[in-house]
């Protein structure tokens, strides 16, 4: 056994391995000049020599537990802590020990913390998860709290974490801290960044009296300060924002001859405020020394006694969503560019740095990244401050944020109506503008009143075929990776360009949405215009969900083959194995490999390249099919895309002949004609651009596979998906040999990224850090409803079905699905879907759009309703008027039987 004893003052933040987070942050803390209660660690050599005669023993009834299973772990654990409690301390560290307490003082009282190597980490804190004894006084005390402490490593609540955070048992060490115990008048806790909304320019501090358990344990409402850092202008030293008294009733305190007890506060005492203004003001400037030291932002745990403060525990705050950038800019706002394309999971670097390369505003010279799209919690932000500082777009920026998705329109506003004088002044310049705008406004003229269509989304999908088989043709006429590379940043840089004629088409469609609307105010009812946005041939996402069906179709009659395609514990390439051995087998894969070849560039998710295709793994593709196998008759889905298109033609004829109505008819009948004749021709064209990108960028993915195969051959990298971890640029200097790999920190982004995915990304975030938060208002929402944004009517009850991964889990006829978004890969679920919520959207997304041509109620922007809405609850949609009821519990058993009980209530 090495020496189990280390003293504080011999510790720095590097010796984590031996005496945990808590200790090495407390050596850190006293070597770096902080007043802190003297003491020692008893390191994690001490501990594996106190295990070792169970070690094998305790580690074998841990193995395989799972985290649902409750009572498993709690006979696991019982057990390992009934073996450790029969075991003693090793001999020669009772010797140590005793030698550093007598040192230290043996009269003294000591507080006896553990602190494991999983603790007080930057992405963990592992915070209360191990035992702590306070006010340890005497010999034996002493030594049993280093015991006791070591045996909860193995607490319930300890073990649940490590599994929970993928941390394996055997590699979690403990160490013991055994510190003089300060008898406090006031302590608490203090957060040198907001711990709700993350703002880094305010400081909050919680306090009570007495020794900090009560506040830890919950059992007091401690006092509330917040102070506002110094700006070094207009408050030098800080100023308290928020001083919110507690209803302090009882304090704990130390007992004279050790351990602690609850005493009653007297009624003045109650409303008394722990700190003074000076003494907050005080605090929240070592808190700032602190955090300075450690350079990240900090969770600190302090006492106040005999007129001073001393720091008694200090580690990173592990809860908060990254700064966008490094330097903190309270006039910065940043808005999060994956909620507008409707998929926030965390994306892979190289899939962001690839989005900011092809964007040509504001790239950088050397980099060739775009300063306009920032990379934040493995997620791309746009910064939008420049936008919002300019006199006339400030305006309807957010406007035309809203309808992408209201939350985020409501939360701008709110930010912008609360620095109405901000220092920043816009460089966007309109006149600059112009020469990109003018172009696509003559053209979006053309579009809504004069020009003719006949066969559009067609000779746009034959367009997209020649752009496609271009650039593959580009990219196989060099063998250079790097210029394969350069040839796909180029060609998707110049897509955007490309594809300018189309945005016309696409704001000329939505411009007649909003006319048409203004001239049958009144006149139609809205149904009607409801069933003029349904039924709209050429739609390219249609056509996919469309051809999903028929693939069901091919299946159904056969039952074998069914059976095969239905089968949930067989991978898809299985499946497809067995089929052609099958009835109606070789003419499903026949047209499988039809899908896959029309549509394998696509997939869930897939603005992340990091993400399989479908080409790639169509697991979720599979799920889809044998979803559709339980929905009844084969041609089910064709009748019904032919009754919306039977219901957009009547729909049309009925909106033209009422508006031919009143004085005005005359006028109002050839322009209602025509912005119907615009919507039915250009809307359907809304999805062709995202399919161009999607396919050029899956060109890309295939070149970015052969440099991660090349590099790995050369031993450059250690797998050949590390790439995923490289920018654009530093995968490109790699291939040229102009940097060496090992310049980046590619092991240290792959945690990082597991971290960012266990995120909940803001939809907008300040350059404070802090989160801006907004509430939908809805009067006619029942009491405890949750709120969303209408964008398709009808209401409908039905069973809900929380759906994370398409790829996992199948939809069942008449189900309410509840997921967190969608995006193209999603859409064949809504074949079987009888509504929809999603808890990030707006009236022009992806899921609203598919919702109204199905004709499903749905609502978007329910903020966390995957976590609310259980899978089995009976539901109620109301589309119209945008809020869900919750209707009545999940059943017990997981059951995937179908409710009866769904019923459109209108339709």
Not at 468 to 485: G, P
């Amino acid at each position: 056994m090495q020496n189990p004893i280390r003293f504080f003052n011999s510790i720095s933040a590097s010796d984590i391995n031996e005496v945990g987070g808590k200790g090495a942050n407390l050596g850190e803390l006293t070597r770096a000049g902080f007043d802190v209660p003297q003491g020692f660690c008893v390191t994690t050599s001490a501990y594996s020599a106190f295990i070792k005669p169970q070690e094998n023993h305790v580690y074998a009834l841990l193995e395989n537990l799972k985290i649902d299973d409750l009572e498993s772990v709690r006979n696991a654990g019982q057990k390992v802590r009934d073996l450790l409690s029969k075991l003693d301390l090793p001999v020669e560290l009772v010797e140590l020990l005793l030698e550093a307490w007598q040192e230290t003082g043996e009269k003294n009282a000591y507080a006896v913390r553990s602190s494991a190597t999983a603790e007080d980490l930057p992405q963990a804190s592992f915070a209360g998860q191990q035992d702590t004894y306070l006010n340890i006084i005497g010999r034996e005390n002493l030594l049993n709290a280093v015991k006791d402490c070591f045996i909860s490593l193995f607490t319930d609540r300890a073990i649940l974490y490590r599994i929970q955070n993928n941390f394996a048992h055997a590699d979690v060490q403990l160490s013991v801290v055994v510190q003089l115990m300060v008898i406090p008048d006031a302590s608490g806790i203090m957060f040198t960044a907001d711990p709700i909304n993350g703002n880094r320019n305010i400081i909050s501090i919680d306090a009570s009296f007495g020794i900090g358990e009560a506040l830890v344990s919950g059992l007091v409402s401690a006092d509330l300060y917040q102070v506002r850092k110094p700006d070094g202008t207009q408050q030098p030293d800080g100023a308290i924002v928020k001083k919110q008294i507690g209803d302090k009733d009882i304090a704990i305190v130390a007992e004279k001859n050790g351990g602690t007890k609850t005493i009653q506060l007297s009624a003045e005492q109650k409303e008394k405020s722990a700190l003074t203004d000076a003494q907050i003001i005080e605090l929240a400037h070592l808190g700032q020394s602190i955090e300075a030291h450690y350079g990240v932002p900090q969770d600190i745990e302090w006492v106040l006694a005999d007129g001073g403060f001393q720091i008694t525990q200090s580690r990173p705050i592990t809860s908060l969503f990254p700064l966008p950038e490094e330097t903190i800019d309270p006039d910065k706002l940043y808005l999060s560019f994956n909620h507008f394309q409707v998929m926030t999971d965390a994306m892979a670097p190289l899939s962001m740095s690839l989005f900011r390369s092809i964007i040509t505003i504001g790239q950088d010279k050397n980099t060739l990244e775009t300063k306009y799209l920032v990379p934040v919690g493995g997620r791309l932000y746009i910064e939008a401050s420049e936008i919002l500082a300019h006199p006339k777009l400030g305006k309807t920026f957010p406007e035309m944020v809203d309808r992408a998705d209201h939350l985020t329109g409501e939360m701008i506003n709110d930010w912008v109506s609360k620095k109405p004088k901000r220092s920043q002044k816009s460089r966007i310049s309109l006149i600059k503008l112009l020469p990109v705008a003018l172009p696509i406004l003559w053209r979006v003229r053309s579009c809504l009143l004069s020009k003719k269509y006949q066969n559009f989304p067609e000779k746009m999908s034959e367009y997209m075929d020649r752009y496609e088989a271009q650039v593959q043709n580009e990219i196989s006429n060099t063998d250079d990776l790097d210029l394969k590379l350069e040839v796909c940043r180029k060609e998707l840089a110049n897509l955007f360009e490309t594809i300018k004629p189309w945005r016309a088409h696409l704001i000329a469609s939505m411009i007649a949405m909003k006319l048409l609307h203004v001239l049958m105010k009144n006149r139609v009812d809205s149904s009607v215009q409801d069933a003029l946005m349904r039924g709209l041939e050429g739609n390219v996402t249609t056509e996919m969900d469309l051809a999903v069906g028929d693939l069901a179709d091919i299946a159904r009659p056969s039952i074998e083959l069914t059976a095969c395609l239905s089968e949930p514990d067989v991978s898809y390439e299985q499946k497809l194995s067995l089929a052609e051995d099958l009835p109606n087998g070789k003419e499903f894969i026949a047209s499988w490999n039809e899908f896959i070849r029309k549509y394998g560039a696509r997939g869930p998710s897939e603005i992340d390249l990091y993400r399989p295709r479908w080409r790639e793994d169509a697991s979720s593709l599979m799920s889809m099919v044998a979803g559709m196998l339980k929905s009844g008759e084969t041609g089910a889905h064709r009748e019904h895309y032919q009754q919306l298109i039977t219901a957009n033609e009547a729909a049309n004829n009925t909106i033209i002949a009422k508006a031919g109505g009143g004085f005005w008819g005359f006028v109002r009948k050839p322009l209602a004609r025509r912005m119907a004749y615009v919507i039915r021709e250009l809307f359907p064209l809304r999805e062709h651009h995202k399919f161009l990108i999607v396919r050029v960028l899956d060109l890309t993915k295939k070149v970015i596979a052969q440099a991660g195969i090349q590099l790995q051959s050369e031993k450059k990298i250690a797998n050949a998906d590390d790439v995923w971890f490289l920018s654009l640029p530093e995968l490109r200097q790699v291939l040229t040999g102009e940097t060496d790999v090992t310049a980046f920190p590619i092991e240290q982004r792959k945690q990082d990224f597991d971290h960012y995915k266990s995120m909940t990304p803001p939809r907008v975030i300040t350059g404070e850090g802090e989160v801006l938060s907004a509430s939908h208002d809805n009067a006619n929402a029942p009491e405890g409803s949750l709120v969303g944004s209408p964008v398709s009517a009808g209401i409908v009850e039905g069973r809900a079905r929380v759906i994370l991964d398409p790829s996992k889990e199948i939809l069942h006829p008449g189900e309410i699905l509840i997921a967190p978004f969608t995006d193209p890969g999603w859409t064949p679920l809504f074949v079987n879907a009888g509504g929809l919520v999603t808890e990030v959207g707006g009236l022009m997304t992806h899921g609203s759009v598919i919702a109204r041509e199905y004709g499903i109620p749905a609502v978007v922007g329910v903020v966390n309703a995957t976590k609310i809405i259980k899978t089995g609850q009976q539901v109620r949609v109301h589309g119209e008027a945008g809020f869900v009821e919750i209707l009545q519990e999940a059943p017990d058993e997981a059951s995937n039987e179908v409710s009866d009980k769904k019923m459109d209530i209108r339709p």
